[in-house]
């Protein structure tokens, strides 16, 4: 394998509703004279897709019903949010103290419908996930490739927690123009693989995290040297359906 590069997108501005990620993007790219050869693909994080948007609720415009008012009874967060936890679901999973799993309406299982309130400067609001984050992917990849005439894969990355174990971690929630699965059949010994297959754009977006610290706003990271496999396919097939999950 060749060498991977990582490559901080550091100097993007701001993110307002209505701002032009793509052009932002490669404005910054020749801003910092990055060239975009060879084998390419950009992990952005959903925020400032979430923002570009305007993915913002108001939070005092909530109508609560009874039952946000009784998991806000069980959780002790407000009835606001729970109210926007519960319209963005489509299920609960697990509530107690402090915490509401959900399996939200993109089908990621995730902590409040995968709903942020930090990083932030909207006092009485909170940000919801894109709406439709592989098409925001698309979108992305096709505006790049009309300004730069390059193909780029796109994976648009979330935080999300893992059962039994702490901590959070980069995954996709949205991706185009990389196969999302890598299938493994035999091992270097040339034994039979059985159910060996590896979610790429998770391990891609993991990865790209490492740079994407909370507290000093990396919103995009560029990607170079990884041999990925172009693809239609997006990040929806790496939800399990219900016959295919053994815990339900």
């Known amino acids: 394998m060749k060498k991977v590069e990582l490559i901080p997108l550091e100097g993007i501005p701001k993110i307002k509703p209505g701002d032009n990620i793509p052009s932002l993007i490669t404005s910054t790219l020749r801003r910092k004279k990055i060239t975009l050869?060879?084998?390419?693909l950009i992990v952005i994080a959903h925020k400032i897709i979430s923002i570009s948007e305007n993915r913002f609720v108001s939070l005092s415009s909530q109508k609560v019903s009874k039952k946000a008012e009784l998991l806000s009874q069980k959780t002790g967060k407000s009835k606001e949010i729970c109210q926007l936890i519960l319209d963005n679901s489509t299920r609960v999973i697990k509530s107690k103290k402090g915490v509401i799993i959900t399996e939200n309406k993109l089908g990621v299982i995730t902590a409040n419908a995968g709903i942020d309130q930090s990083n932030i400067d909207e006092k009485d609001a909170a940000l919801l996930l894109p709406?439709?984050?592989?098409?925001s992917a698309k979108r992305i990849s096709k505006a790049i490739y009309k300004e730069?005439?390059?193909?780029?894969?796109?994976?648009?990355?979330?935080?999300?927690?893992?059962?039994?174990?702490y901590g959070l971690t980069q995954i996709s929630i949205g991706s185009y123009g990389i196969l999302p699965i890598k299938k493994y059949k035999k091992d270097i010994f040339k034994n039979p693989l059985y159910d060996t297959d590896i979610p790429i754009v998770d391990e891609i977006a993991s990865a790209a995290g490492i740079l994407?610290?909370?507290?000093?706003?990396i919103p995009v990271v560029l990607i170079k040297g990884y041999n990925y496999s172009n693809s239609n396919k997006n990040s929806s097939v790496l939800l399990r359906s219900d016959k295919n999950d053994i815990f339900k």
């Open 37 to 40: 050869s060879g084998n390419v």
């Open 131 to 135: 709406f439709n984050p592989n098409a």
């Open 148 to 165: 730069t005439k390059k193909d780029i894969a796109i994976i648009i990355s979330d935080s999300i927690g893992r059962p039994w174990r």
């Open 212 to 217: 994407m610290e909370k507290d000093i706003g």
